[in-house]
Structures are given as structure tokens and as C-alpha cells.
């Protein structure tokens, strides 16, 4: 590792300076600095013995644990890529995935091998599939399989551009896109986040979001084990034991989403938690409504608020508690490191100077290198060397920034994000259904929730249960819409396209804040 910005490195580090330290508190069980060094090192050296290189991706399904980690790190120290795919998705939805990646190697936990092999039989993809653990990768790694023709992988020192991270997130588009980050791309990312968020040595982070999302590696994790903190992780988020680990592990900050937060509040042990080590809950994924936070305030827990994108590795905006008066439902000014403006979203845009609105875009070492194995749409995200976002953002006077809307019809449900464009693809492949289109309405628990419009085949009597059971085989829980609407006929603009405007119109917007029977946080 001759690079000063390689993950691997901070690793050696921390365990020099912290070698009895507990790195990791997984479900009780500790992992020490030492311990978390010596495990990743052998490992990383079998990956090299066993003949994988630099460039070579480690596809894995796993809940959150410290042999995660532990793979993650080696893979850092080895030159791989490691590449968390979502266990919540079904095998025709991560089959896709896994022959976008190419995977050198699968690493599945034991309860999602069979989703794994399904997932690999579908698309015809060839990979070795082993667990990971003492047990599994750790006691013996499978020699790469090298196609004919193909030259064994590069083996050489890892340096700052190499990838360290590929992390799928939806579009607008119906294909998941896969964001490379590099060694360089996490660091600066760590590094502006623990210099915003004040994070040292001293903290106990909480971990609880899954690790096939960017935030559960790049927001708070990574930057605590590069400065020696301690991090309790959680494989799902409860929220009574999550207030009981609160005061149990003396848990100083956490990530999450409003969702989460909205939950715990709603808790009967909230009144009564002991959340005087909770110093500051950083909050991304969506806006964060007013009332929410007052409540946490009168527990005397401050919130962060901030803004990033996976592209971005991912954190772009922050606006730390202190500087919070004044600018309700805003997230923040830029991170140390990171660039942004605005441009009109005009057919010939601008630069927006001073207050004003329009699209967000970012520059800085934190930007991702590209989609993976997506020139034309890796092309598309930027504007030079500045990434764009699809958020339309607003600024005022003190440079604080707002945002106001996003450009394009994602949106984001329980801090997942959902791209009306897949849901719409799996509804319409129903033989029944002609056409279909997903829009979003406010929700109070999940912040946002899909209400869906079906136009079917005319004289077949189809219901939305009927669409709900046929998507039901093909999507993530999260995805599914929380109602569907059958139409005989999809209203549409002058020109064809779909008037989503029209059919946001029909929705009432009271029926849409229930509990819904699928929890996916």
C-alpha cells in the first residue's frame, strides 16, 4: 500500500495505537482492533495466494456483522472491490445485478446462499459461492476461476484510485447503476464527515443501516475505525432495543433516517430512555419534518441534518445543530472538501449567483469515477467535471441550502430510494396490464410511499390485488406500491407521455398515511 489514502492503512493504524480497543460490538460479541487486523491481513493475503488481483470485484450478501468487515477491509488490503448487494431483493432483480458486477467471487451468508446460486443460475453468471467467516472465506478462499482466453488479474500495491466500493442505487431509469468508489473517494468522505460531525476516538457509534447502503460504510462507520471508536452494530433496526443499546453501550452518535427516528419517538420506552450519551443523531435520507425534531429536542438529543448522494460517496451538504435557527427544512452548507452550485434548469443553464434556485451539482474528491460498465450513462451524470445531482435545490441569503424538489421521479421510502421506472417495468410485464405508472404521495411514517395506476387489457375484470401479488414475486418489499389503481385508460399529455400530474390529482392523501403491512427499515 504505497498511497496515503488507501483504507487498508488506517486499519494498521488504529490497531497500533488501539490494539485491546473493541472495534466492533456485533450482538455482544467484541472484535478488538488487534483482532480486526489480523483477521483482514490473513485474509487479504489469501485472496493473493488464491490468485485474485487488483480490480477484481467480491459480490456478497450479508446482514450487518463484523465478518463483513472483516471482508471489507481485506479486500481494501488486497486491491478488491467489494460489492454489497441488497438481501432484500429477489433473485430476478439481483441477477441483473451480479452480471453487471462480474463477480471474481460470491460471499453469502448461509440463510441467503440459495437466493445467491438462484440469483447466479438466472443470469448464467460463473462465480465461486463460499460463506463468509472463521468458517467460510476465512478458512479457505477458492482459487479464481480464469476464463479461457482472459489473463490473470494484476497483483501489484494498492493505490488511491484503485475501487474499494461498488454500491448499486436506482435512477430514474429502470436498471440499478452501479457507483464505483475509489480508496480516495472514502477517505476525503471520512475524513469531511468526522471533521463536521466531530466524531473521535472517544464516540460509540450506533450502526444499524443495512451494508448494501453507501451510508452504512461512508456515514460515521469507516470514520470511526480510522480514528479508533468504537461501533455497535445491528443486522436489523428494533426500536425498543435500539433505545435499550442507547444506554446499555453508551451510544454518543448514530445515523439515520426520519423514518427511524419517527419509530423510535413512537416507541412506548421513548419517555423513559436513557439517551444522555447520545450527544447528536445525524439524519440523511430525506427532509426531516419540524415537529419530529422538536420531539427528539425535549429528550435533549440535537439532530444533524444532511444531504449527500451515492455518486458523491455520498455526503455533499450538513447543517450541524448549532447553526440549525433560522433555517427550518434546510440541509446545510457543503462538507469540508466538497463544491457545489446551481445551475438553472433551462435548455441553456447557468450558474445561479447568490440566493436563488435550481439544480444541485457537486465537484470535489469525493465524486465517484463512473458507473459500472456504463459509459454513456456515467457521461450523462456529469456537466465538465461536475456531477449532477437531479435535485432542485434552493440557496439563501447565508449560503444555507434547501432542498426543494427532485427532478426526477425517484423518490424515497423509509430512507430506501425507489425508482417508479422499475416498478412500473415489473407491473407492466403482468399479461393483464397494457401500460403503468407510480407516483409518490407524503407519508408520515415512511416520508414517501408509491400509489400505483394500472391501465388493463379491456373486458378482463383485473383487480389491483391481482397486480399486488404479481409484483409481489418480482420486488423488494419497499418497492411495492402501497396501492394500485386499475384504470381503463392511463391519462396522457399532447405528445403521449403518461400525465403523472393528473393522476397525483386522483390520490387522496389521507388514506395514504397507515402502517403499511410490510416494514423495511
Avoid at 485491546?20 to 478488538?32: C, E, F, H, L, P
Avoid at 413512537?266 to 425534531?293: E, H, K, M, Y
Avoid at 432542485?392 to 447565508?398: F, G, K, S, W, Y
Amino acid at each position: 500500500m504505497t498511497d496515503s489514502h488507501t483504507l487498508g492503512r488506517w486499519l494498521v493504524d488504529s490497531a497500533r495505537r488501539h490494539p485491546g480497543k473493541v472495534a466492533i460490538d456485533d450482538r455482544g460479541v467484541s472484535v478488538t482492533y488487534a483482532e480486526l487486523e489480523r483477521r483482514s491481513d490473513a485474509l487479504a493475503q489469501s485472496f493473493v495466494r488464491a490468485g485474485y488481483g487488483v480490480g477484481d470485484r467480491i459480490a456478497t450478501l450479508s446482514g450487518n456483522s463484523a465478518d463483513h468487515v472483516v471482508l471489507f477491509f481485506a479486500c481494501a488490503k488486497s486491491g478488491l472491490a467489494m460489492v454489497p448487494l441488497s438481501w432484500r431483493l429477489t433473485a430476478s432483480e439481483l441477477g441483473p445485478l451480479l452480471r453487471t458486477t462480474r463477480p471474481a467471487l460470491v460471499v453469502a451468508e448461509d440463510e441467503l446462499s440459495r437466493l445467491a446460486r438462484e440469483s447466479l443460475e438466472a443470469v448464467e453468471v460463473r462465480a465461486p459461492l463460499v460463506t463468509p467467516g472463521s468458517t467460510g472465506v476465512e478458512a479457505t478462499v477458492p482459487t479464481r476461476i480464469v476464463e479461457a482466453g482472459e489473463d490473470w488479474p494484476t497483483q501489484r500495491d494498492v493505490v488511491d484510485d484503485d475501487p474499494v466500493l461498488v454500491i448499486f442505487t436506482s435512477g430514474s431509469e429502470a436498471m440499478p447503476k452501479g457507483v464505483v468508489l475509489s480508496h480516495a473517494n472514502c477517505f476525503w468522505n471520512s475524513l469531511a464527515m468526522a471533521q463536521a460531525a466531530g466524531l473521535s476516538e472517544n464516540d460509540v457509534v450506533l450502526a444499524t443501516l443495512p451494508q448494501f447502503h453507501v451510508a452504512a460504510w461512508n456515514c460515521q462507520p469507516l470514520a470511526a475505525w480510522w480514528h479508533g471508536a468504537t461501533v455497535v452494530l445491528e443486522r436489523a433496526f428494533e426500536p425498543s432495543r435500539v433505545l435499550r443499546l442507547i444506554a446499555d453501550r453508551r451510544v454518543s452518535t448514530t445515523m439515520s433516517v426520519p423514518t427511524m427516528l419517527h419509530l423510535l419517538a413512537r416507541d412506548p420506552g421513548f419517555g423513559g430512555a436513557d439517551l444522555s450519551t447520545l450527544r447528536q443523531v445525524v439524519v440523511g435520507g430525506d427532509s426531516l419534518p419540524q415537529a419530529l425534531r422538536e420531539t427528539w429536542a425535549t429528550r435533549g438529543v440535537e439532530i444533524a441534518h444532511g444531504y449527500g448522494l451515492t455518486e458523491a460517496s455520498p455526503n455533499v451538504l450538513f447543517l450541524p445543530p448549532s447553526r440549525s435557527a433560522g433555517h427550518a427544512g434546510a440541509v446545510g452548507w457543503p462538507y469540508p472538501y466538497v463544491e457545489v452550485r446551481l445551475m438553472t434548469t433551462t435548455s441553456v443553464g447557468a450558474v445561479v449567483e447568490g440566493a436563488g434556485r435550481g439544480e444541485l451539482q457537486v465537484r470535489g474528491p469525493g465524486v465517484f469515477s463512473g458507473y459500472l460498465h456504463d459509459p454513456d450513462r456515467t457521461a450523462a451524470a456529469f456537466t465538465g467535471d461536475w456531477l449532477r445531482t437531479g435535485d432542485l435545490a434552493e440557496r439563501d441569503e447565508d449560503g444555507c441550502y434547501r432542498i426543494v424538489d427532485r427532478l426526477k421521479h425517484i423518490y424515497i421510502s423509509g430512507g430506501e430510494n425507489v425508482a417508479p421506472a422499475e416498478v412500473e417495468a415489473v407491473l407492466a410485464r403482468h399479461p393483464m396490464v397494457v401500460d403503468a405508472a407510480v407516483v409518490a404521495v407524503p407519508d408520515e411514517v415512511w416520508g414517501q410511499v408509491g400509489i400505483a395506476f394500472v391501465e388493463s387489457v379491456p373486458g378482463v375484470g383485473l383487480t389491483g390485488e391481482e397486480v399486488l401479488e404479481h409484483a409481489r414475486e418480482h420486488l423488494a418489499s419497499f418497492k411495492l406500491p402501497r396501492r394500485v389503481h386499475v384504470l381503463g385508460e392511463l391519462p396522457r399529455t399532447g405528445i403521449g407521455k403518461i400525465a403523472r400530474i393528473d393522476l397525483l390529482a386522483t390520490v387522496d392523501h389521507s388514506a395514504t398515511s397507515r402502517r403499511r403491512p410490510h416494514d423495511h427499515v
